[in-house]
């Protein structure tokens, strides 16, 4: 099991703490949340960046944030 912390704009879409069971991959983990697949996220796992395909082990936190645009 995984545990998802969202930060920014994502508190409203993701629960506090969310625990994921199955998740193989930083992937598998946000498809399970059901984010968009071309959403901007800022990714890391035990406060290291991290990618879609970055493997996951039991008690891994991942923590996202929203990417933060303008011009």
Known sequence: MVTVEAG?????QIPSKTILSNAETVGDAIQQLRLPA??????MVNGRIAHWTT?????DVIQLLPTIGGG
């Open 8 to 12: 920014g704009s994502l508190r409203a």
């Open 38 to 43: 071309d959403v901007a996220l800022i990714i």
């Open 55 to 59: 493997r996951l082990n039991d008690g």
